[in-house]
């Protein structure tokens, strides 16, 4: 496509329920990206996928966070037993690999968990 | 690790005056360097990028960006602002040629009063 794609673009859900949020990346950039942006806590970095590489998983901020890219391209994030905490806007970018790349970024899943 | 550091948080400003917002990032490395706006309701993009050459880059809708080098900065700056600047904007790092992402500071809001 012409740019990243998110979906949905808002999520509510109860709390203690799963939820997923995908990412479809601009065809043919191998590095992903997964932000979480809060209210005043700006952008908080998740997860990033390069290629085939093992995942960076530092920023996952609890093992209720996991993340999949499923080859190589469309990713899914996955929050289990969502918190109140978690409510935030979840955003994927997505980049070519090499000395001088700039990120694109989707326009965001708001996730509501009441 | 890479950090970056932008020192306002929220900055208000009146139509035709000069800006400047600080970013400082912490990396012993060469890096490339970033800032992205958000427009209300909009999804992140690029303002500008340094790679590399002239340490002076514009960008977008009149804005600069100055590196140096030796105090670890990349303030944004616009010598005149319009009402339509107001947005969030989010300094980022990432490491030459490594397989690192993006590391973003909090954000400054700035919002311009007509």
């Known amino acids: 496509g012409a740019g990243v794609s998110q979906s949905p673009s808002n999520k509510v859900t109860e709390k203690g329920k799963d939820v997923e949020l995908r990412c479809d990346p601009i065809?043919?950039?191998?590095?992903l990206y997964w932000y979480r942006q809060s209210l005043g806590q700006g952008l908080e970095f998740l997860i990033y996928?390069?290629?085939?590489?093992?995942?960076?998983k530092s920023g996952l901020p609890s093992d209720r966070f996991s993340a999949e890219r499923t080859g190589g391209s469309v990713s899914t994030l996955t929050i289990q037993r969502t918190q109140q905490e978690d409510s935030a806007v979840y955003l994927c970018?997505?980049?070519?690999?090499?000395?001088?790349?700039?990120?694109?970024f989707g326009q965001g899943t708001r996730l509501t968990v009441v | 690790a890479q950090s970056v550091s932008q020192h306002n948080h929220h900055v208000i400003l009146s139509e035709a005056a000069s800006l400047e917002l600080g970013c400082n990032y912490s990396?012993?490395?060469?890096?490339?360097l970033f800032w992205y706006v958000q427009y209300p309701g909009q999804h992140l993009q690029l303002l500008l990028k340094?790679?590399?050459?002239?340490?002076l880059v514009k960008g977008i809708k009149g804005f600069e960006a100055e590196f140096i080098k030796s105090k670890f900065s990349f303030n944004l700056r616009k010598p005149s602002v319009q009402w339509s600047d107001t947005a969030e904007y989010f300094c980022?790092?990432?490491?030459?040629?490594?397989?690192?992402?993006?590391?973003f500071g909090k954000g400054t809001h700035l919002i311009i009063q007509p």
């Open positions: 970018a997505s980049s070519l690999v090499g000395k001088e790349t700039e990120a694109f």
């Open positions: 065809s043919g950039h191998t590095a």
């Open positions: 996928f390069q290629g085939n590489s093992a995942p960076d």
């Open positions: 990396y012993g490395g060469t890096v490339n």
């Open positions: 340094y790679f590399s050459g002239d340490p």
């Open positions: 980022a790092v990432n490491a030459r040629g490594g397989a690192d992402g993006l590391t």
